[in-house]
């Protein structure tokens, strides 16, 4: 079955240790993002990579980093520097292209401890 | 910045009962998508909607661009549709995704 799969699904951070999200996908997507959900609020984005080698900052990426060696895979790092890291994180991707569908993956709970 | 508010934010509905909900953003639109968080956090794409009406089941949405605005409608409502319903704007750069508030539903039996 295609589909983008996160893990783990739930994840445990003493403070100041770095964690790494996994998000993988075989819809042969070209685009792949991250987001961060808060309690009771909507998602903002992390990090997005529109093609492999490449990924820009989205609007809250202080503290966290990203990489993408392959078009299958998008691990997300939350750094020591991210003040706040409990929280719900989301992986999507889309084909390449102007308003196309994202489609998300199941979510990974991360919560300091 | 671009910004996406729903309305309203949280609901009660009897089972069986008909409900709108409502989707405003404040720039024009390449893309609006509709997505129902279930109880276990994951995101189900429910329409892909940038203009016009489309319609799957008892779920339906309108989308009028030129006002800047998207409807999503339930009608005969069940307890499964409970959770969260979000709209979200895509951006022309980098087709980022822009989320409203959500709207937090539920359907009492």
């Known amino acids: 079955d295609g589909g983008i799969t996160q893990s783990p699904k739930y994840l445990f951070r003493k403070e100041g240790q770095n964690v790494t999200l996994s998000c993988e996908q075989n819809l042969n997507h070209d685009a792949m993002y991250w987001y961060r959900q808060d309690p009771g609020q909507g998602l903002r984005l992390i990090y997005y990579s529109q093609i492999v080698n490449d990924f820009q900052k989205g609007d809250i990426a202080e503290g966290y980093s990203v990489s993408r ?45 | 910045g671009i910004q996406v508010e729903q309305s309203p934010p949280d609901l009660i509905l009897q089972e069986g009962a008909n409900s709108t909900l409502r989707c405003n953003f404040s720039d024009s639109v390449n893309n609006l998508q509709w997505f129902h968080q279930n109880p276990w956090g994951q995101l189900i794409n429910l329409f892909y909607i940038p203009s016009g009406t489309k319609q799957n089941g008892r779920l339906s949405a309108t989308t009028v661009a030129t006002e800047r605005y998207s409807l999503l409608y339930i009608s005969s409502s069940q307890t499964t549709d409970s959770g969260v319903y979000f709209c979200a704007r895509t951006e022309a750069a980098g087709n980022k995704l822009t989320f409203g508030g959500g709207t937090r539903v539920l359907v009492k039996p």
């Open chain 1, 69 to 113: 060696e392959k078009k299958e895979s998008f691990p997300l790092t939350v750094t020591s520097a991210q003040k706040n890291p409990t929280a719900f994180y989301l992986c999507a991707s889309s084909i390449a292209g102007v308003g196309t569908e994202a489609f998300f993956g199941q979510g990974t709970r991360l919560t300091v401890v």
